[in-house]
């Protein structure tokens, strides 16, 4: 079963330039979770949707970034225009969250990380 | 105050050894509690999670949980040269569906 998938893998770019990072979830999972991480602030909510609707987007830094999830299997993030303080590297996760099913389980909510993105910004 | 907060380290202990790794929070609404481990260059996967207060142990790895005193740990017993990677601590926070990580701490286990 395939897990989370994120492209570009790396992307180096100069500042003022667009930049669009993709996410594929885990099928099945109704919730997606993008998240940034840096040596100086570890790793940062930006934003999550629950069935495709953002729910809290209040990690956003600025206008500058946006996030779409069009349908459950597809999400971007983009940064308009970047800026060297920028570079990060940008995780989406994906869950399932709701309530147990009727055979029982456990539900964890547990996050599942794709490999990132890696953005340098010139 | 940071919402979830571990020593940076790096924690170096030798190999066989037991590796204590902890973790304290602030909001004391937090229901659920989880161990990532990071691989220099990789992304966060999970060890454990744990909901109740007490020990929830899994192969060599025991998760503590003290709602009262806001303070969840990882034991990791036998430590191995594998085990050397960063151990992020996250909380599942009232009312939200998302994650807050902590900055992570960083295990060096010395063969």
């Known amino acids: 079963d395939a897990g989370v998938i994120q492209s570009p893998r790396h992307e180096v770019t100069e500042m003022g330039q667009e930049v669009t990072l993709r996410c594929k979830p885990i099928?099945?999972?109704?919730?997606l979770f993008w998240y940034r991480q840096t040596m100086m602030r570890g790793l940062e909510l930006l934003i999550y949707?629950?069935?495709?609707?953002?729910?809290?987007d209040s990690g956003m830094p600025e206008d500058r970034f946006s996030a779409k999830m069009p349908n459950a299997s597809f999400s971007t993030l983009k940064i308009q225009p970047s800026e060297p303080r920028d570079s990060a590297v940008y995780f989406c996760a994906s869950s399932f969250q709701g309530l147990p099913g009727l055979a029982g389980g456990i539900y964890t909510g547990e996050l599942f990380f794709g490999e990132g993105s890696r953005l340098t910004v010139l | 105050q940071k919402e979830v907060e571990q020593n940076s380290g790096p924690l170096s202990v030798p190999e066989g050894a037991i590796a204590s790794l902890n973790c304290t929070y602030s909001?004391?609404?937090?229901?659920?509690f989880f161990w990532y481990r990071q691989y220099s260059g990789k992304s966060p996967e999970l060890i454990m999670f744990?909901?109740?207060?007490g020990d929830k142990e899994d192969g060599r790895f025991t998760a503590q949980l003290n709602k009262a005193s806001q303070y969840v740990s990882l034991l990791i017993r036998d430590s191995q040269p594998s085990d050397s990677a960063t151990y992020l601590c996250?909380?599942?926070?009232?009312?939200?569906?998302?994650?807050?990580f902590g900055s992570g701490t960083r295990l060096q286990v010395q063969p």
């Open positions: 099928s099945g999972h109704n919730s």
């Open positions: 996250a909380v599942r926070n009232t009312g939200r569906r998302a994650l807050t």
């Open positions: 949707f629950n069935n495709n609707v953002p729910i809290d």
């Open positions: 909001d004391r609404g937090s229901q659920s």
């Open positions: 744990i909901y109740s207060n």
